[in-house]
């Protein structure tokens, strides 16, 4: 059974692309992993260089009446096993709304699935019917976070999304923690900000993991080459930082 990562956060531009490709791309030198692209800008289907005209995208496994079986979207691509994302997409909400079995639609779609170790989710930054699918079908949450004024912005409202689905719909589902990205650690009010995380993270009743990841320019080469990280610049600082995530995620 393939334990299942939702990356989630309201907020955008938060690295939830980069920490999704880069969180599938080390747990793929640990097992078996797939990549779900739930966001409809579609970034990590970029990144993976996935295709979206005629070929089955994550759209056509949640709306597609036929219940389209979710190995028929997936793509093995260099950079690895995704289901690709879709612009139609956002229009999902508008078709599944109001149906309860639209809510499970993911959820029964992995059901099915066999022979991945890990399965990695991106989702878009917002509270819709897509999210509550990811959440549905997820075993733990990674919540992305930058040391910024805003940093903590919906997050309250996240964490009660996430709370009301364990309580009625997923009781597996947990939040693993807050990730402390794109960090620098060299102002103050980072440092202010990284120990007020630390009690937010708290409130909530889950941890900001003690590794943070550094921000390096090679993440945005690694993105406008469609690479993923850990191919492009497997020694740069941001991947040993992503590397000593996973150990402590995994721990």
Known sequence: MA????????????GKTTTATTLAGVLATKGKTL???ADPQGNSTSTYQAQIEDQATLYDVM???????????????ENGDIV????????AGKLLDGNVEGMYRLQDAMDMLEGYDYIVIDTAPSLDVVLYNCLIAADKVIIPVTADAYAMQGLSKLTDTIKAVQKRQNPRLSIAGLLLVKYSGRSNLEKNLRQKIQEVAEQIGTQLFATVIRECVKTKEAQMNKKLLIDYAPNCTTMQDYRDFVEELLA
């Open 3 to 14: 334990v299942t990562y939702v990356i989630a956060n309201q907020k955008g531009g938060i």
């Open 35 to 37: 990549l779900i692209d």
């Open 63 to 77: 709306v597609d009446a036929e219940a389209l079986p979710i190995e028929d979207a997936v793509q093995k691509m």
């Open 84 to 91: 690709a994302s879709d612009p139609l997409l956002a229009n």
